[in-house]
């Protein structure tokens, strides 16, 4: 009577640890798979954030300014501040 209980419990542990560790291994495949995904969504976010800095960094950079704006239509400025005096010459 004995020996079938210690059966009975070494086939009931047995089928419990080999369900939890089915549930738990398809756990961790499944926030494998997300973590993959979200690790891939990161890298094209950040290639994508990296190309839109380059793009703005280009699109803010003095020759492309220069390029954008006429020159023409200003004049330099001709006017000094002499230091030693305080006043203004031109």
Known sequence: MRQKILIFAL??????????????????????????????LLKQLQLQNQFLQNNYTQAISINKLMEAIDISLYQPIKKTININQGSLSQ
């Not at 009931?12 to 291994?25: C, D, P, V």
């Open 11 to 40: 086939i009931s542990t047995l089928i419990f640890y080999f369900s939890f560790s089915f549930y738990y291994n398809s756990e961790i495949l499944t926030l494998n798979q997300n973590f993959q995904k979200n690790n891939s």
